[in-house]
């Protein structure tokens, strides 16, 4: 379903067209859209019915990419007034759902006067709330809402990145609950659409993911229970993860949602709907980023090969605090100077005047030269949207979408 770091023949052909076209060294983001396309197909049709797929566009907000997943999704969400103003425009035609802390009384006004196009905004902090309360009152318009919820998980290992189940900006406490129920008999416009959860992030265990499901799950019933509360749509956030160390195994997709289907079974929840939100699960896959060889140096002892971009466009390693994977591609045209290394190791890193511009460390590499291509897979999410892109005022890279 994922791509790994062998290339395809397509991308090979991409990279050595799109080069020709250039005047200066490469140095571009390819999406193949196509293969997008097929990867949501296959998510979508294993998904149990019941659970709905939003793409999360912080991930990748690109307009193709949103507009190649909008027949496939439930819609979108946002994590900004920015995004939110951004996914309108697209007229995707699919509900918008908007996430994220510290929310301006601003942003807040604008989700409920596009209330149309908005599912619902996910509820941060009490004092939210009440501003949400307000604006409703101010505005005399409705607003749907999620609670999104900091549980104790007990004794479920949390993963590498951890949004919740210990101290976190995000989210209401547990203990809030009961105080965030109050205020909504203050506030009829508001209405209670259900709970968001998001806990984890880079999640590449299935069992682990299940068990965090299920926690979800007892600790909903619960509080319908404790607080008489009627039918709730239940987000469960999204944190499949990608696993850059090893691309054949990221998290196993198909097994974790025949697994859920069985636990949802298990637990009697056919009636209940349920959502996951994913972004770089969905769209890291089909993007890649190619940066042409500039130069072939060895400095105290270890080679160093210097290729046109870095970290300012491809942040991902950095982030990650990885070496992130790769592919040599053999430039079709003859180098005026040649400087090959053949079966050695050697860093990788861009043009920045900075040590830390490093996007692999120490990696066997069988043959390079000035004028080839380094190419870096699994680039189509949190990449070139959260990288410093006008440090040292480098050009930025060609976009390409095939």
Partial sequence: MLNSPQLSASIHQEIQQLAKQQTQPLCAY???????????????????????????AKANPSEP?????????????????GELTHLHQQQLNKPLIFGGPGKMPSELEQAIILDVDVDAIHVESLTELQRIGSLTQKLNRPASIFLRMNIDIGDITLSKLAMGGKPTPFGLDESELNNALM?????PLIKLKGFHFHLMSHQLDVDRHLALMQRYFQVVKEWKKTFSLDELVINLGGGMGINYQNPKQHFPWMEFCDKLEFLISKEHLQDWKLRF????????????YVMEVLDI?????????????????FRTPAAQSHDHPFAIVKSNQQPT???PINHATATLVGQLCTPKDVLARNQHIEQVDIGDYVVFTLAGAYAWNISHQNFLMHEPPVFHYF
Avoid: W
């Avoid at 197909?41 to 797929?53: A, D, G, I, T, Y």
């Avoid at 949103?66 to 819609?75: E, I, K, S, W």
């Fill in 65 to 81: 990419i949103l507009r190649t997943l909008a027949p496939y999704v439930d819609g979108f969400e946002a994590a900004s007034g």
């Fill in 337 to 339: 100077i040649s400087h």
């Fill in 30 to 56: 390819l999406y193949d859209l196509d293969a997008l396309e097929q990867h949501i197909k296959q998510m979508r049709h294993v998904l149990p019915k019941s659970v709905e797929l939003f793409y999360a």
């Fill in 183 to 187: 205020y909504l008999r203050d506030f």
């Fill in 277 to 288: 939100e994913c972004g770089r699960y969905i769209s890291a896959p089909c993007g890649y």
């Fill in 297 to 313: 140096k060895q400095n105290l002892g270890e080679h160093f090969v210097i290729a046109r971009g870095g970290t300012h466009h």
